[in-house]
Nanobody, 116 residues
Framework: EIQLMESGGGLVQPGGSLTLSCVAS????????MEWVRQPPGKEIEWVSR????????YYADFAKGRFTISRDNGKNVLYLQMNRLSTEDTAVYYC?????????RGQGTQVTVSS
């Protein structure tokens, strides 16, 4: 059974930083690209970032470029998202996600609230 467990969310002031983690199990983590997506309150889920299998290639939504950094540790089966210069617009539930040919699995998410 695929399991993705996010952590690291919380309340942070505008301009602050957070690092999210996602521990993966139940599949061969090192064989899949991994993603972060988020769902702001009252809005649809939006894609945030993707990382290649070995971590050499990373991709970001425009709002994340220059502020967020995705990384992975294949030895520990952990995906990370470092977020800097957070704004109130970054308030959302953040999910890590893995996609197969005909399936997508997402964790339970971790809440990030940016507020003064």
């Amino acid at each position: 059974e695929i399991q993705l467990m996010e952590s690291g969310g919380g309340l942070v002031q505008p301009g602050g930083s957070l690092t999210l983690s996602c521990v993966a199990s139940g599949f061969t983590f090192s064989s899949y690209e991994m993603e972060w997506v988020r769902q702001p309150p009252g809005k649809e889920i939006e894609w945030v970032s993707r990382i290649s299998i070995q971590g050499r290639r990373t991709y970001y939504a425009d709002f994340a470029k220059g502020r967020f950094t995705i990384s992975r540790d294949n030895g520990k089966n952990v995906l990370y998202l470092q977020m800097n210069r957070l704004s109130t617009e970054d308030t959302a539930v953040y999910y890590c996600q893995v996609r197969g040919i005909q399936w997508t699995h997402r964790g339970q998410g971790t809440q990030v609230t940016v507020s003064s």
